[in-house]
């Protein structure tokens, strides 16, 4: 018989896990809140971005992505947990409860993806030209699925050369965006910090030859010659749908690609700036022949470690239980 504190623990290491999960520019939009068995999600409203991310999808992406961490902690662990999305009609902001069930032996696969939550950092540095096998492709599609999503290769240089083409094409509509450059600004670091991406992490400069446009995070120029993949291996992420619900179905979906993917041994980075612009994001839809809109870009491929990005204190992210107040 597990006791309370044992539980406890329990939650605390998930809730450990759970913010170590991507967020867009590492905003970390994310609140928690422990029961007895229980940890509530919670959306930080503070913490959306509110040019280049109006709807908060992206907030409820980056928290699906924390919700799967919590629950593969708790696998690893030796615990089943039921995770009820968005359970109080009236708030909007609790975006999800996972409840402790029972105690349930941990899985050879629950302990692969435990150990990759820590080694997971997105890499936006050029990788090396080897392609990714036929076997981990397959998984990665497997993940997606898993989490009742999808994910869609893309294939090719003429599938590749559309992809890109959206990608430019919403980075510059971005930029000209009335105060997203200011907003991007805002998340950068130039000293150590518990949020925001770190200039050494954000990769480096753009230039006009690379394929895929990544979003400027200020980064040094790259040492010449160390051009990006000439053949990247860049997927799709989505959901069936376009709720709040979906959005954080896809997180969920995403952090298992990832997890997935950093098991193989592969490196990751997401690009979102297509699905920011609604008008490019139905674009990519049709090209892509889905009933419901993408919800991500992924990149993967073997490369050396680059510089990662911090969390702040979990005190900060946990909220207190209510008082009690009891009668006398
Ligand atoms: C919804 C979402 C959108 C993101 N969009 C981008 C992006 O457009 N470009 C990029 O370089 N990284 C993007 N990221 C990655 C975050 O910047 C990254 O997860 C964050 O800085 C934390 O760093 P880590 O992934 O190394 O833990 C995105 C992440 C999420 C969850």
Do not use: K
């Amino acid at each position: 018989m597990m006791t309370p504190s044992a539980r406890q623990t329990a939650l605390h290491t998930a809730v450990s896990a759970a913010v170590r999960a991507p967020s867009v520019h590492n905003t970390q939009p994310w609140r928690f809140r422990l029961g007895a068995d229980t940890i509530g999600v919670y959306a930080d409203p503070d913490r959306r971005l509110p040019i280049a991310d109006p709807d908060g999808r992206a907030l409820r992406l980056s928290c699906g992505a924390a919700i799967f961490n919590a629950r593969v902690a708790l696998a690893h662990l030796g615990w089943s947990a039921e995770t009820t999305l968005q359970p109080d009609a009236a708030d909007p902001l609790h975006l999800a409860e996972i409840r402790l069930t029972a105690p349930h032996p941990a899985t050879p696969g629950d302990q692969e993806l435990f150990t990759a939550i820590g080694r997971r950092h997105s890499n936006r540095g050029p990788f090396m030209d080897t392609a990714v096998p036929m076997d981990v492709r397959a998984r990665l599609v497997a993940a997606a699925r898993a989490e009742g999503c999808w994910l869609d290769l893309i294939l090719g240089p003429v599938a590749q050369h559309m992809v890109a083409e959206l990608v430019d094409t919403a980075d510059r509509l971005l930029r000209a965006t009335p105060g997203y450059g200011a907003e991007l600004a805002s998340w950068i670091r130039e000293r150590p910090s518990p949020d925001g991406v770190p200039r050494d992490a954000g990769g480096p400069t753009p230039e006009p030859q690379d394929l895929l446009t990544r979003r400027d995070f200020g980064g040094a120029p790259r040492a010449p010659g160390r051009d990006y993949e000439s053949d990247p291996f860049v997927a799709v992420l989505g959901a069936y749908g376009h709720a709040p619900h979906d959005d954080l179905q896809a997180g969920q979906a995403l952090q298992r690609v990832l997890l997935t993917a950093t098991a193989c041994g592969l490196a990751t980075s997401l690009m979102s700036q297509p699905v920011d612009v609604p008008a490019i994001r139905e674009q990519l839809r049709l090209g892509l022949h889905r009933g419901a809109p993408p919800q991500i870009l992924l990149r993967a491929g073997y490369a050396v470690a680059t510089g990662t990005t911090a969390r702040r204190p979990l005190a900060d992210v946990l909220a207190p239980m209510p008082t009690v107040t009891r009668g006398t």
